[in-house]
């Protein structure tokens, strides 16, 4: 586990080595499919089965895209079984002796430990790793501020990518990233707001002129009656139906112009707002 470890550490670092990698292993592991029983397949039995436990690893730990898949049948698994390295996925958080991450509870003690560890490019890895699933799952929740996030890590990425920061800079700021995230999950509760209304909130907000005509406490006030209103009127199959759609358009924009909000930004407002609609509406009608 200490090698694999080391390993995809060493891959990911080279120029497009993960993609070449994962490439070379699944041709081999078809050459070798082709070939055995033959005596020279045998012979190369041990490192098929190495090779397959660090692609495994490497795709399970920093893939995140389907990847093509390799041959799959039954002799094929119980040849490589018996190699000196298992063909399971192994998983690299276990083997940085690390405890499965929850990034809504990531403590500054696992960020540290990720900053402190020797193999910076597995530890970019797993930070982009794991952000990226996160921010998946809080866009099913919060559109605007999922939204938000997604940019600073492409943002981080794409610095990293150009070579304009270093490994250890875009490490601190996927690291500042994490906090920010797991700053979110308290702030519903500072504002005094629900998850849901925190959405609307944010959906509402996202507007500087809006912020500053209306004030905080006004477009909470929104948040509130919005949800309120549209958690009465969505239906199962509100989503597919025009009418309903039109008729929360309406009332949506009826709430922006009673509280004054700037009509030149309703449009785009609304738009956001029964987006956020969309995916909550779901989780909603079935609860």
Same mark, same amino acid.
């Given at each position: ?172 700021? =996927?690291?500042? +990233? $994490? ?7 308290? !702030?519903? #509760?500072?504002?005094?707001? @629900?998850?849901? %209304? ?20 006004? =477009?909470?006030? +929104? $948040? ?7 958690? !009465?009127? #969505?239906?199962?199959?509100? @989503?597919?139906? %025009? ?45």
């Amino acid at each position: 586990m200490k090698f694999i470890e080391e390993d995809i550490d060493h891959i990911i670092g080279q120029e497009d080595g993960r993609s070449r990698f994962i490439k070379n292993v699944t041709e081999l592991t078809r050459a070798f499919a082709l070939v055995v029983p033959d005596p020279s397949a045998i012979k190369i039995r041990d490192d098929v089965g190495f090779f397959q436990a660090v692609r495994s690893a490497l795709i399970k730990n920093t893939k995140t895209k389907r990847v093509e898949g390799i041959p799959t049948e039954t002799f094929i698994q119980q040849i490589l079984s018996e190699a000196l390295v298992s063909d399971k996925v192994i998983d690299i958080f276990a083997a940085a002796r690390f405890n499965k991450p929850d990034i809504s509870i990531l403590s500054d003690e696992f960020l540290a430990e990720v900053r402190d560890m020797p193999q910076k490019n597995l530890a970019f890895e797993m930070l982009k790793k794991l952000l990226n699933d996160e921010i998946k799952i809080r866009m099913k929740k919060n559109l605007v501020k999922s939204k938000s996030f997604l940019e600073m890590l492409e943002k981080a990425i794409r610095e990293y990518t150009n070579k304009s920061i270093e490994t250890a800079q875009v490490i601190e700021e =996927l690291l500042e +990233i $994490a906090r920010k995230m797991r700053e979110e999950e308290k !702030r519903g #509760v500072n504002m005094g707001l @629900t998850d849901d %209304e925190v959405a609307f909130y944010d959906a509402l907000a996202d507007n500087e002129s809006a912020r500053e005509v209306l004030g905080d406490a006004t =477009l909470k006030k +929104i $948040a509130k009656e919005l949800v309120d209103m549209v958690r !009465r009127n #969505v239906t199962i199959d509100w @989503t597919q139906r %025009e009418n309903v759609q039109a008729r929360l358009r309406l009332m949506v924009k009826k709430v922006l112009r009673k509280y004054g909000y700037p009509p030149d930004k309703q449009e785009k407002a609304t738009l956001t707002v029964l987006e956020q609609a969309k995916l909550l509406g779901y989780e909603w009608v079935n609860t």
